[in-house]
């Protein structure tokens, strides 16, 4: 008698997913943790604002419940650790409720870091400090683990050449690998001039020229920027830079770059032929050009007038 032939088969749902994800099923459970049993995600880089967008997530949290349950991890003391969902508990703190729906998943720090950094790329707005520290973080992760390629949806847990990491980020996030460096950069500053960066008052390339200044001249430079109610384009702060290399961005050095004035500041000439504009000294501000043109002719006509009279 023949022995019984292994078909292999598996059940439908197998053949449309990876071993990873069959993995994760089997390591995560779905349960209502009490609040005050998880902890928030160290450094998390993504701000809870008690905003309008919170007002409304608590009202719907209130009549609908937690739709998407959030995922936590278990810590060595037995509580939890909150991976993915920081808003939601927050929203359901403030609605009173006492326990929240949990995926409760098998996940080490690193794994802990990808899945907290991209269950958050999704939102609608990010400001560019939440990148800057999400990116980072990601970017540690995935080196420590020499990033492994199933991290990005292969099924195949190959290991990633040194010095991918960051071309796996790009492609990951869909940022390029030039504007990731920059955001990573700014978790160099200071906190009160990346504060002016979330709020667009400087622009993230000269932000991250300002970002190799030592702490002192930022400092400096954050102070000039209020009292003087102006910021820094890119060529200023380009010179900045160059001057702290050399060791001699003083005070006195910022203060001077920051009264040069702007090429956006400069009010073009009011006379496109070039004739006239010789004519009219440079001492003359832009905005009185036409007011000075006008004297000039006034003159030459009396003078004229005169002269005929004669």
Same mark, same amino acid.
């Given at each position: ?14 053949l ?8 994760e ?9 009490? +609040?005050?049993?998880?902890s ?6 993504? $701000? ?12 719907s949290?209130k009549i609908?419940?937690? &739709? ?11 509580n939890?650790?909150m ?6 508990k ?9 326990? +929240? ?5 098998d996940l080490?720090?690193?794994e ?8 958050n ?9 939440? $990148? ?34 960051d071309?796996?980020?790009?492609e ?13 950069r ?6 009160s ?12 390339r ?20 209020e ?8 060529a ?11 060791g ?5 050095? &910022?203060?001077?770059i920051?009264e040069?004035? $702007?090429?956006?500041?400069? &009010?073009?000439?009011?006379f $496109? ?6 004519? +009219?000294?440079?001492? &003359?501000?832009?905005e009185?050009e036409?007011d000075?043109?006008?004297?000039a002719?006034?003159?030459y ?6 002269g005929?009279?004669?």
């Open positions: 008698m023949k022995g019984k032939i292994d078909l292999a088969l598996h059940p439908v749902d197998d449309f997913t990876t071993e990873d994800l069959r993995q099923k089997r390591h995560e459970l779905l349960m209502d943790i009490p +609040i005050s049993m998880i928030d995600f160290p450094d998390h880089p993504y $701000k809870v604002l008690d905003d309008d967008s919170m007002a409304e997530l608590v009202e949290i609908r419940g937690v &739709i998407q349950p959030v995922i936590v991890r278990v810590k060595d003391d037995g939890y650790e991976v993915s969902g920081h808003r939601r927050h929203a359901c703190e403030l609605a009173g409720l006492e326990t +929240i729906p949990c995926r409760v998943q080490s720090r690193d802990a870091v990808i899945s907290m950094v991209d269950s790329l999704q939102r609608e707005t990010i400001l560019p400090s939440e $990148k800057a520290k999400a990116y980072k973080m990601r970017l540690e992760s995935m080196k420590r683990q020499g990033q492994r390629s199933d991290l990005t949806s292969s099924p195949v847990a190959t290991k990633l050449q040194t010095g991918r990491a071309d796996e980020l790009a990951i996030v869909g940022e390029g690998k030039d504007n990731i460096r920059r955001y990573i700014l978790n160099e500053l200071v906190p001039l990346l504060d002016m960066v979330d709020e667009k008052k400087i622009a993230l000269p932000a991250v020229e300002i970002s190799y200044l030592t702490k002192e001249e930022q400092n400096v430079l954050s102070d000039c920027i009292y003087n109610d102006a910021t820094p384009s890119h200023q702060t380009i010179k900045m830079r160059k001057f702290s290399e050399e001699r961005l003083t005070g006195a050095v &910022i203060e001077s920051m040069e004035e $702007k090429p956006n500041q400069r &009010i073009p000439s009011q $496109k032929d070039e004739r006239i504009r010789k004519l +009219i000294p440079q001492s &003359i501000p832009r009185r036409s000075y043109v006008v004297q002719l006034e003159f006509n009396r003078h004229r007038d005169r005929q009279e004669r």
